[in-house]
């Protein structure tokens, strides 16, 4: 069931955080200049879905390393106005509940659930 919630939070996080890319963009922005911050932005994420499929603990550990330069910027976009305010929350608690299900992971080794 752990694996199962990493797994969804680490795909919403994603899909949400290249969706906010294309939603927040300003008006008469190009698609490409969304494409390439989506990429700078997520594709650390995105290199590391290695963690959430083998569910092996030196990756999980690495994917929590990442997982805080994420929650810091999450937190400071909490400061923007509300319909920003209401996504940074999303990610910052999808942030939050993936980095505990991996610690819960590491923690537990390689058991079988």
């Keep these: 069931m752990l694996d199962f919630i990493l797994r969804a939070c680490y ?6 955080g290249v969706a906010a890319q294309f939603w927040f963009a300003p008006p008469n922005a190009p ?6 911050m989506a990429l700078v932005l997520y594709l650390p994420l ?4 290695v963690a959430p499929l083998t569910l092996h603990p030196r ?5 929590c390393f990442l997982l805080l330069f994420y ?6 976009q909490c400061l923007n106005p509300p319909p920003q305010r209401t996504l940074a929350i ?8 993936l980095f505990l299900s991996a610690m ?8 079988a659930d």
Excluded: E, H, K
Excluded at 71 to 76: E, K, L, M, R, S
Excluded at 104 to 111: T, V
């Design 31 to 36: 698609v490409a200049a969304s494409v390439i």
């Design 46 to 49: 995105l290199l590391l879905m």
């Design 90 to 97: 999303v990610q910052l608690s999808l942030t939050v509940v």
């Design 59 to 63: 990756s999980l550990t690495w994917l």
């Design 104 to 111: 819960q992971l590491i923690r537990r080794g390689p058991r």
């Design 11 to 16: 795909v919403l996080l994603l899909v949400l």
């Design 71 to 76: 929650f810091c910027g999450y937190v400071i």
